[in-house]
């Protein structure tokens, strides 16, 4: 008997199709469509399954568990919400990217965007109307956040209950496929944020048809998944079906895996290094490229270094510590979990070895924490200054441009943009976005409200956050955080063409493509907020300078030289009337850097 678990779901052929759903514990299974109900038969593997002939695309239906009429846990699509029947949908589509081979992690510029608040369709045609304005600002990917079935309306989609339906509003399986399709036509791969750490509360009828769930471990959001206790494989199984979906049928160039510190799994086989394992057999019989990107909250190589090292194989993960280290060096928050940062050692520890915490003492952990990521280059880690968490769990949903003046913008975009590692933006950051990114729902379950509401301030008052509480359940919480799309005027219009110019700069130049630690230097001036970032690859070096101070600070260095300056984040070109001139070089090997600024200068040959 083969231990290869079938495939579960809805499957229209275009006449027939045929429902297969995981129900170990049952006695009888039964699809319920309309007046019929049509007996399932099991297998040796605890699967029900049966064809039903001549059924339409669009046919409501529900499996029949003792009784119960239930949605389907691999719905493709559930048209009236997450309490609703599921539906048969024909996702074959047209596809016309048959050239596309997808893009390596090395040359991603990711682009993050929430589909509900980019655009004022808050869909996937929203996106595809803006596809060429990311495209001429030089973005390579742009990585959705997940777009699974949610309860109601508007959601970051981290309380997806429906893992294989593409969320209704949005425009169903066909509308994303469509998106994917006009992102490849025009460069762009396509990452999609998954959720295999818990499922959301709401429409949550899993526990029905078997053990998806343990006690063995809790997380913070909900329920442990299933992943190593009793009658897991068919759990596992059903996620690692979803992945390859999404990357197969969907096109998707790659996946963004949520907090995988919360996916508790002791076998022996993680239930990570098999999923590498599945991708990277999917890549290969496609020839197209398939990344895996972890969040996680652990500074452990392990889950990205290759199996032959003892590793699980992942492609790279998301680095927070870059940003806190970033974050508390230019607010001077210190509160919460940037209580372990605030001093410029932690941006160029960031910046050398991505990982700040290598085995010192946190004080916000209380422990030692972290092991440095020695064998791992540059291109596995992606930084940012932004993201939909670092933004979103605040208590005003406050950007960056609420607390930062215009050069600070524009020194914090070149930090990010001329580091090692991979950039990713958050959507608006570009040209200074202003309206807010908070988080939202739109559940119908008071009690999970009520949760969620009280939950939230708890949270906030973690942080010792001042503000009105936004309630996420109100309407207008979601409203005012659309994007203003205000890019063409002032300060938003030069700043924009800075993003663009700092993006071409990373893609062209040869002293960027360093991804060893051999590529890259990082000094700290002792006594000032002064970074310094010596980059080579082949014949090619480049000195970068940071000045974090609030004020013109001097620098003097043998390097400057032999140094040409090709870069000033403060020259004229880069500002707006009234604003300060470019930095003034004193001497040959001294030179007075404006406030809030970033210099680029090309070392001659030694």
Known sequence: MSNEYPAVGAFYDGRNCLFSVWAPHSEKVEVVIGEGLYSMRKSGLDHWTVVIEDVDAGTPYWFRINGKNLPDPASRWQAEGVHGPSFVV??????????WRGIPLSEMIIYEL????????????????RLDYLKSLGITVIELMPVAQFPGSRNWGYDGVYPYATHHDYGGAIGLMKLVDEAHRRGIAVILDVVYNHQGPEGNYFSEF???????YKTFW????????????????????????????????????????????????HFIEELARRV?????????????????????????????????????????EFHHALHSVVTGEVNGYYEDFGELAHLAKAFQDSYVYTGQYSRHRKKHFGVDPLENSYEQFVVFAQNHDQIGNRMLGDRLTA?????????????????????LLFMGEEYGEKNPFQYFISHTDPAIVKMVQEGRKQEFSYFHMEGEFQDPQDEKT????KLSWSHTQGEHAVLLAYYQYLISFRKDRVAMQGRGRQDVRVYE????????????????????????????????????????????????RWTVKGYQDESVRMSADRIVMNAESALIFELSHP
């Not at 024909?90 to 050239?99: A, I, L, Q």
């Not at 078997?210 to 063995?216: E, N, S, V």
């Not at 890549?283 to 590793?311: H, M, Q, S, V, W």
């Not at 480049?542 to 004020?551: T, V």
Request: glycine share 8%.
């Open 90 to 99: 024909d996702t074959r589509f047209t596809w016309t990217d048959e050239s």
């Open 114 to 129: 929430h589909v509900g608040t980019f655009s004022d369709e808050g869909n996937f045609e929203g996106v595809i109307s």
């Open 210 to 216: 078997g053990p998806y769930f343990t006690d063995k």
């Open 222 to 269: 909900g329920r442990a998944i299933n992943f190593d206790d009793a009658w897991c494989d068919g759990v596992r199984n059903f996620y690692w079906q979803n992945a390859i979906m999404w990357l197969d049928e969907f096109h998707i160039d790659g996946l963004r895996l949520d907090a995988v510190h919360a996916i508790w799994d002791f076998s022996a086989l």
């Open 280 to 320: 990277k057999g999917l890549e290969n019989e496609c020839n197209k490229k398939k990344i895996l990107i972890a969040e996680f909250d652990l500074n452990n190589p392990r889950y990205i270094r290759t199996p032959e090292k003892g590793g699980f194989g992942l492609d790279g993960q998301w680095i927070d």
């Open 403 to 423: 607390s930062q003046s215009f050069e600070g913008l524009k020194l914090i975009a070149a930090t990010v943009l001329l580091a090692p590692q991979v950039p």
């Open 478 to 481: 979601f409203e005012q955080c």
């Open 525 to 572: 001036e002792p006594g000032k907020k002064i970074l310094v970032l010596q980059r080579s690859f082949g014949e090619d070096r480049l000195l970068i300078l940071f000045n974090f101070e609030k004020n013109k600070a001097e620098w003097s260095h043998p390097l400057l030289g032999s140094a040409t300056k090709i870069f000033d984040s403060s020259a004229h």
